[in-house]
């Protein structure tokens, strides 16, 4: 039998409502807040990657699914958005069309990761990206964004965490305090983290290995190495989420896998999912555009990861939908009137109802067994007596009322439908 990738999974019909209904939470959030949804293609030119995310990151160094097409261009399936979006925005000049692009997206992303409860190597990811301003008005948009949607959801145990990178030159003032501070102590970290002294000296703090954060404890902290500006910026980002009631927590150890990241950066976890807790994760990136070609444009962003929010939602068993009605369901008494009813089926169908009948020539019993599946909330009963008189019986499932109607005549069926409804 042949199945699945390691780590790539079917979204089964029983899975869709619940995917249904973040999807329409995420349109209509984003609309809100007046952005735009941009969809951009499933694989690039690796070096979009490589330059955008950056050569030392895990994403680029062992996660990417990287092949050569049979042009010999070495393409990639998207690990991540942003690259994806600031692409399409410079080569489409988005920024000549308006100075500010509030752009939205939900889509498939691939990262070569072990898999485990929460890590996929097809995930699916929605986020936003504000290309044109540096108002750290835009960082909390994005925080309260994500916020709203997770909130609407019903999520309790969710906490947002923030911090501030600051600006390249005083990233790599504090950068050489923490190697100085680490440099007696490299021999002692585990092998990953030496790795990462060497290469992005900040990753250490991402370190799951008890032994590496001991060391890290007394460690000099970035906020005490901002600039001016980014800090001005971080101190109004949490006055700001203080107005709007949004709670967070500054916590001086996100750092963020990537590279592009400047000034505020932030994270919503969720103490619900085990390990794999980060629902999204987000920040500014006003280096990355003019990086990729374009001109020096700041921007910010976020991206969550809808596997990991919907397991949120089953563990805090917040997720209530509807059930999955459907208007009427045909039992026929006499297979060989299958002919009949189905035209009837499309007349109904054609006016708005969600209608089915039996395919599979089953009795009766089973007939009825599958409205009841589908809890069809009318019955049309077709055969027997009232066939023979040019009649059908239509049974309302609710009260169990049952009314006699003329065959034949689907007007009059979808005008009395259409008022009992
Ligand atoms: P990142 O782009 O790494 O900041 O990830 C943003 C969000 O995407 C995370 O907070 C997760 O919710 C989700 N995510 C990242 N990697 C994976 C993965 N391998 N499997 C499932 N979800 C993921």
Same mark, same amino acid.
């Given at each position: 039998?042949?199945?699945?990738?390691?780590?790539?999974?079917?979204?089964?019909?029983?899975?869709?409502?619940?995917?249904?209904?973040?999807?329409?939470?995420?349109?209509?959030?984003?609309?809100?807040?007046?952005?735009?949804?941009?969809?951009?293609?499933?694989?690039?030119?690796?070096?979009?990657?490589?330059?955008?995310?950056?050569?030392?990151?895990?994403?680029?160094?062992?996660?990417?699914?990287?092949?050569?097409?049979?042009?010999?261009?070495?393409?990639?399936?998207?690990?991540?958005?942003?690259?994806?979006? +600031?692409?399409?925005?410079?080569?489409?000049?988005?920024?000549?069309?308006?100075?500010?692009?509030?752009?939205?997206?939900?889509?498939?992303?691939?990262?070569?990761?072990?898999?485990?409860?929460?890590?996929?190597?097809?995930?699916?990811?929605?986020?936003?990206?504000?290309?044109?301003?540096?108002?750290?008005?835009?960082? +909390?948009?994005?925080?309260?964004?994500?916020?709203?949607?997770?909130?609407?959801?019903?999520?309790?145990?969710?906490?947002?965490?923030?911090?501030?990178?600051?600006?390249?030159?005083?990233?790599?003032?504090?950068?050489?305090?923490?190697?100085?501070?680490?440099?007696?102590?490299?021999?002692?970290?585990?092998?990953?983290?030496?790795?990462?002294?060497?290469?992005?000296?900040?990753?250490?703090?991402?370190?799951?290995?008890?032994?590496?954060?001991?060391?890290?404890?007394?460690?000099?902290?970035?906020?005490?190495?901002?600039?001016?500006?980014?800090?001005?910026?971080?101190?109004?980002?949490?006055?700001?989420?203080?107005?709007?009631?949004?709670?967070?927590?500054?916590?001086?150890?996100?750092?963020?896998?990537?590279?592009?990241?400047?000034?505020?950066?932030?994270?919503?976890?969720?103490?619900?999912?085990?390990?794999?807790?980060?629902?999204?994760?987000?920040?500014?990136?006003?280096?990355?555009?003019?990086?990729?070609?374009?001109?020096?444009?700041?921007?910010?962003?976020?991206?969550?990861?809808?596997?990991?929010?919907?397991?949120?939602?089953?563990?805090?068993? +917040?997720?209530?939908?509807?059930?999955?009605?459907?208007?009427?369901?045909?039992?026929?008494?006499?297979?060989?009137?299958?002919?009949?009813? !189905?035209?009837?089926?499309?007349?109904?169908?054609?006016?708005?109802?969600? +209608?089915?009948?039996?395919?599979?020539?089953?009795?009766?019993?089973?007939?009825?067994?599958?409205?009841?599946?589908?809890?069809?909330?009318?019955?049309? !009963?077709?055969?027997?007596?009232?066939?023979?008189?040019?009649?059908?019986?239509?049974?309302?499932?609710?009260?169990?009322?049952?009314?006699?109607?003329?065959?034949?005549?689907?007007?009059?069926?979808?005008?009395?439908?259409?008022?009992?409804?």
């Amino acid at each position: 039998m042949i199945k699945a990738i390691t780590g790539i999974k079917d979204i089964l019909p029983s899975e869709i409502p619940s995917w249904s209904h973040l999807e329409e939470a995420i349109h209509s959030v984003f609309k809100n807040y007046n952005y735009k949804e941009i969809r951009t293609p499933v694989f690039e030119e690796t070096t979009l990657f490589s330059r955008g995310i950056g050569e030392e990151t895990d994403i680029v160094g062992k996660e990417m699914y990287t092949f050569t097409d049979r042009s010999g261009t070495s393409v990639t399936l998207k690990p991540e958005m942003t690259a994806a979006v +600031v692409r399409a925005y410079v080569e489409h000049s988005l920024g000549k069309q308006q100075p500010l692009n509030k752009l939205y997206y939900i889509s498939p992303m691939f990262r070569q990761e072990r898999p485990q409860a929460g890590r996929l190597r097809q995930f699916h990811q929605f986020g936003g990206e504000a290309i044109g301003s540096s108002s750290p008005l835009l960082d +909390v948009e994005m925080i309260d964004i994500a916020y709203n949607i997770l909130n609407n959801l019903g999520l309790k145990d969710i906490l947002v965490k923030i911090n501030s990178l600051g600006i390249p030159g005083s990233r790599e003032r504090y950068k050489e305090e923490l190697r100085n501070y680490l440099a007696e102590k490299k021999e002692m970290l585990s092998e990953d983290s030496r790795r990462r002294f060497d290469k992005n000296i900040l990753r250490i703090f991402d370190s799951k290995i008890d032994n590496d954060q001991n060391l890290l404890k007394d460690a000099p902290l970035i906020l005490d190495y901002l600039d001016d500006e980014s800090k001005s910026d971080f101190d109004m980002v949490q006055s700001m989420l203080e107005r709007l009631n949004i709670p967070f927590e500054i916590d001086q150890r996100l750092v963020r896998g990537l590279d592009y990241y400047t000034k505020t950066t932030f994270e919503i976890i969720s103490g619900s999912v085990g390990s794999q807790n980060a629902l999204c994760g987000g920040g500014r990136y006003d280096l990355l555009i003019e990086q990729l070609g374009g001109e020096p444009t700041p921007g910010v962003g976020f991206a969550a990861g809808i596997e990991r929010i919907l397991l949120a939602c089953e563990n805090e068993n +917040v997720l209530n939908l509807p059930e999955d009605k459907i208007d009427v369901y045909f039992v026929l008494l006499d297979n060989e009137l299958k002919i009949e009813a !189905f035209e009837l089926v499309h007349n109904l169908r054609s006016a708005g109802f969600k +209608v089915d009948l039996d395919y599979m020539d089953r009795s009766v019993k089973a007939q009825m067994r599958e409205a009841n599946k589908y809890s069809s909330r009318f019955v049309i !009963f077709i055969g027997g007596e009232e066939y023979a008189s040019g009649k059908m019986n239509v049974k309302n499932m609710q009260d169990g009322n049952q009314f006699i109607m003329p065959l034949g005549n689907s007007e009059e069926l979808i005008k009395w439908l259409v008022e009992v409804k």
